[in-house]
């Protein structure tokens, strides 16, 4: 399995140790670095980094080396900000939404591409879940609460929480993200759905 690098760059430790666990879950074969500030970063970066998802500010102070040469930047911002021709990731958001918002950068494509990606999840639902897995984990994904999907499938609540429960032991989820993020890598909804 090929190894990359992603340097995340940010003063708020929590916004970074938030992010870390989700790009690993997302990208396979990656290693999440984390710097609390630029002079960090340059001490250790010896172009080994195939993204830097970098703090608004350190960007800003520092934009020539983050535009300079094949460097892929993203921005991380706190709401709606966006910056010219460079993709943007908002981090005051649910890790829900913070996990779309990712797969939207990757699916619009970043201007100097993504590394492959799949996280800890199988890389095909088939033989992983069985069709009725796969149904409870769209709606799960489109965020649908347990009673809300035993009365579209038409089973019992208790039904759909054994099913709920199978999924996250066969994806080794660790939270209703990792389910979204299987169903869409594997094809099962577009993004634009949840």
Not at 12 to 36: C, K, S, W
Not at 78 to 98: F, H, I, R, S, Y
Not at 106 to 121: D, S, Y
């Amino acid at each position: 399995m090929p190894h990359f690098e992603i340097a995340i760059i940010d003063t708020n430790i929590l916004t970074a140790l938030g992010l870390q666990p989700i790009l690993t879950d997302m990208i396979p074969g990656v290693e999440v670095r984390v710097f609390i500030s630029f002079d960090e970063l340059q001490a250790a970066d010896n172009g080994q980094f195939v993204h830097y998802f970098v703090a608004s500010r350190i960007y800003f102070e520092h934009a020539v080396f983050f535009r300079e040469g094949k460097r892929r930047a993203i921005v991380l911002v706190n709401g709606d900000l966006q910056v010219a021709g460079v993709p943007t990731l908002n981090v005051c958001q649910t890790e829900k939404e913070l996990v779309k918002a990712l797969l939207a950068v990757h699916r619009r494509g970043h201007p100097h591409g993504m590394p492959p990606h799949g996280g800890r999840m199988e890389s095909s639902h088939e033989g992983v879940l069985s069709s009725r897995e796969i149904e409870v984990a769209i709606f799960l994904a489109k965020g649908l609460i347990n009673k809300e999907i035993a009365d579209r499938l038409n089973i019992s609540v208790t039904t759909v929480i054994t099913h709920r429960k199978n999924i996250m032991e066969k994806l080794h989820a660790r939270s209703l993200a990792d389910i979204i993020i299987y169903v869409v890598m594997n094809g099962l909804a577009d993004v634009g759905e949840l």
